[in-house]
Structures are given as C-alpha cells and as structure tokens.
DNA sequence: TTATCGGACGATAATCTTTATCGTTTATAC
DNA sequence: GTATAAACGATAAAGATTATCGTCCGATAA
C-alpha cells in the first residue's frame, strides 16, 4: 500500500513538526527495506541510486532526525571517541539517552543472572557488557 | 613501593615483548592514577605534565598496546562510526573482540533475566542494551 | 492559486579523531 | 660498546561528522 505507507510518514513527519520532502521520504524508505547495522555512508550509497542529487550531510542530518524522533535507534549510546575504563571492578554502565553521561553500577548491584558461555553461531563468551540506557537524574529535571 | 612497581612494569612489558621505555612508563602509571572513562586526549594532557615532550601518536599507540595486552580495556567495543538498528525486535548483540562484528541475538535466546526500573542515582531505565563479548567462530579457527 | 517565509537542501569548508609516514633516538641483545 | 629493531616525535593524511551558507522548496494562509 504505497499511499497508505506515504500517510504513515506523512502523519509521523506531523507528530515530528518536520516537512516531508522527497529526499527524507526515499531516505526513510530506502532505510526501512534495510537489514544489519548500516552506516550513514553504507544508507548514502543506498539512497544515492534512488536520489543521486542527494547530498551526504542531509543523510546525516535525517537520520539524526529519525533517530531523535524514535524512529530508528543508533546501535550504541557511545559510538563517538575511545574511551579507556579505569574501574577494575566487576560492573556495567548506565548511559543517559540525553546527555549521554556514563557512569559505572557495580555488577551486583544491577543484579542480572544468567551467563551462558554456548551461545548460536559457536560464538566463544568472554563477558557480558551491560548498557543501561535510560535518563539521568539531572536530564530527568529538565 | 616504586622498586616493585618498576619491576612489576617491566614484567608486564617482557610478557607482552615490548620494550621499557619511559614514555610508556610514565603513561602506564599516570593511567593507573586516573578514574571514569578518559579519552586519549584527556591521558595525552596528564602524561604531558611529566613528559612535556610526549607526541599524541605515542599515546594513542600505547593506550593500543596497553588494550591488546589487557592490561587496560576499552569501555565501548564499537566506538566507531554511527550504526542505524534496522532489527525491530527485542535483541542484543553478540561483538567479536578480534574482527569488531556485530550479530544480532534474539532476547529470549540470551536469556538474560531481572530488568530493575528503579537503579542508584535516581536513574530511569528505559532498556537494557547487552552485548556479549567474545570471540565469533571465523576468529577461533584462526 | 499564489505569495510568503522558514525550513531543508547541496556543496563544501571546517572540525575532530585516529592513523600513517618518516627521520631520529633509544632499548635490548650480543 | 656495537648492531639492530623497536619506539619516539613531528606532522601529514585519512576518516567521520558537523558547520556554513546561498539556493530551493514545502507549509500556510490570503
Ligand atoms: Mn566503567
Ligand atoms: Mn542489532
Ligand atoms: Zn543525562
Ligand atoms: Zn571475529
């Protein structure tokens, strides 16, 4: 149903308060015939067939949008410089989904069980590395 | 005890064949020091105020080194450049700490267990991002 | 339908992070 | 002490993302 699909994105462009232009439509439907982890660039060549005018950084800027609005989600909260962990305790982070602030729960304290060392695909487990993700105290104020 | 310190570093180099310098020295005991998640920038700028002449390179490839022998860890296995989830169900990941990819793992299948809401901080959790680090099955037979 | 106006676009420069290159220096083994 | 390979510092290059800005277009109302 192509213009059933055309009212979704439309409607979801109006919750959003963004226009809905040819290139964030294509984007949009290019992204959603997608499988795995994609790139902005690997999404950039996709689109690029369908839209070849279509410039990097509105790829960039839309799926920021996209991801803002909840449409997408970014596989990780920390994708950005490498960051060394200085804690030698046993423990995960909770990660602010606003301000993308890290800090450290011990391993006990977020009390999660249950670690198969044999999971599908013969993958060989060292360790679990739990993400919470969630908002802050300080971002829960404003 | 610097004395022990000193020979415990120069055990850990020999261990690892490399060699004892005092860059790396330096660079190994103000890390040691340090708490959170620094970036190579922040270490770069600690390092700097006891050897001045320090390079940014020098840091980086050390942090490397000091990562690949385990002596310090990185907080996120996929700090690179952004990912787009195109997978709308309920799942983790499954990262190979050799060859960085990334495999879907249904939540069920992981049988992880106990999502608390209420976490220290006054932390509200939207979900739970697991991965699972590992080796993948193509990088255990190498 | 048309005029208006703010948002969106494309091109590209700029920024930020990380890596590669290369001549010089230094640690290690003999 | 000398030879050799590794490590260093300086800096260029690469890769990813963001900022800038002139132009264009979609939303709104006359
Ligand atoms: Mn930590
Ligand atoms: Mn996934
Ligand atoms: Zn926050
Ligand atoms: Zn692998």
């Known amino acids: 149903m192509l213009v059933n699909e055309a009212r979704t994105f439309r409607e979801l462009c109006q919750e959003n308060g963004i226009a809905v232009t040819h290139q964030r439509q294509v984007l949009y ?14 999404v950039y060549a996709q689109v690029k067939k369908k839209v070849p005018a279509i410039s990097l950084a509105t790829v960039y800027k839309n799926i920021h949008l ?22 030698d305790e046993s423990h995960h982070h909770m990660v602010c989904s606003k301000c993308k602030a890290i800090t450290d729960i ?15 695909g013969g993958f060989l487990v060292e360790r679990y590395a739990v993400d919470v993700i969630g908002i802050c105290a300080k971002c829960q104020q404003a």
Chains 1, 2 share one sequence.
Request: aromatic share 4%; hydrophobic share 30%.
């Open 66 to 87: 996209f991801v803002e609005s909840g449409v997408f989600r970014e596989v990780s909260m920390h994708h950005g410089s490498l960051r060394v962990e200085m804690n």
């Open 29 to 42: 439907e290019v992204m959603k015939t997608m499988h795995g982890h994609p790139s902005p660039e690997e």
């Open 106 to 120: 011990g391993e006990k304290e977020l009390g999660l069980v249950s670690k198969q060392d044999k999971l599908p």
